[in-house]
């Protein structure tokens, strides 16, 4: 998934804490295996090159159509069909690099969340061309599932951190885990901190994936709309009970716009964010509590 995995476990008996942490990688291994595009032989990957329909296991068909619903409440502001876009852009290539606009027009011909419909275990494309992209999403699945792992095996204070995608399960030393957002312009500067327990809280960011080019910063999350890098956030930052959703609404939010976004936010009671805009000011949903913030 493009990303380094970190799992930290708490309570008394070391060797069972160790296997559970074991376990639990190897079941986002196995999650890679099944969704990662740039294995060809993945699952996700074959829906790609298929013509129309393809059965898919049902975890696939589950996060696909989890996709699905949060492009449809965000107006396809999440879009799982950017694949050929992506690949245009080269973000996560060699040489990244601004397409001509002719390009991007013929990119984004025949895509978007309405060609894409799963029934049961099958999901059907309308048009053959169009690719599957669960990279908005699917680290999301992956970090709920390693807490679920650690939790089958009696874990009952954990942190899984998959690049920025952050689920976390009970409490860490008896307090509520205290997470830092990343500064979006100075590397490695916290700019707020959160206190949570057994929630996820997931990161979206311009920084994360980028390229400049004449002064310009370019990155990896798209305005499905308009075929370029969305402008309208340095980062949004989603708090909800499972980190799929909480992924999905991270690119969702960052695509959208604090004041669109936050709109969209209305829909979900269990959810907060905190979004930093393009100007670099924080923006929070009204029941967030920060717990010490500050771009300066
Ligand atoms: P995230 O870091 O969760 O915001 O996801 C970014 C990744 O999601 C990118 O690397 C793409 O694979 C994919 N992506 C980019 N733009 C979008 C979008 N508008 N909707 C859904 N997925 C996207
Ligand atoms: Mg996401």
């Known amino acids: 998934m493009g990303t380094t995995v970190s799992i930290e476990v708490d309570g008394l008996d070391h060797d069972r804490l160790a296997d559970a942490a074991a376990s639990a990688f190897t079941e986002m291994a196995r999650i890679e295996e099944l969704m990662s595009p740039g294995r060809p032989d993945s699952e996700v990957a074959r829906l ?19 996709g699905l619903e949060v492009a449809s409440r965000s107006g396809g502001a999440f879009d799982l069909t950017l694949g050929r876009l992506k690949l245009l852009w080269g973000i996560e290539e060699e040489s990244p690099h601004v397409p001509a606009t002719e390009e991007i027009t ?25 690719t599957v992209d669960l990279g908005g999403i699917a680290k999301g699945y992956a970090v709920d599932r390693a807490i679920s ?30 997470i830092g957002v990343q500064h979006p312009r100075r590397p490695g500067q916290v700019v707020a901190t959160i ?26 999350i798209f305005d499905p709309y308009s075929g370029y890098p969305a402008e309208n956030c ?63």
């Open 106 to 130: 013929a990119a984004l011909k025949g895509i978007g969340p309405s060609g894409l419909r799963v029934v049961g275990n099958v999901v059907y494309k309308s048009n053959p061309e169009l």
């Open 48 to 66: 790609s090159t298929a013509k129309q329909e393809m059965t898919v296991t049902p975890e696939t068909a589950a996060v696909i159509s989890r």
């Open 149 to 178: 792992v650690l939790r089958e095996h009696g874990v009952t204070s954990a942190a899984v951190n998959a690049g920025g995608d952050i689920a976390l399960l009970g409490h860490k030393q008896g307090r509520p885990w205290r």
């Open 234 to 296: 340095q980062s949004v930052t989603i708090l909800a009970p499972e980190a799929i959703l909480a992924d999905a609404l991270s690119t969702a939010v960052f695509v959208l716009g604090p004041q669109k976004g936050l709109k969209l936010l209305e829909d979900y009671p269990d959810v907060d964010a905190l979004i930093i805009d393009s100007a670099g000011q924080i923006q929070t949903t009204p029941s967030l509590h920060v717990f010490a913030s500050s771009t300066q």
């Open 195 to 220: 206190e949570a327990s057994d929630r996820a809280v997931v990161t979206s960011g311009d920084y994360e994936r980028f390229f400049e080019q004449n002064g310009h910063r370019y990155h990896h």
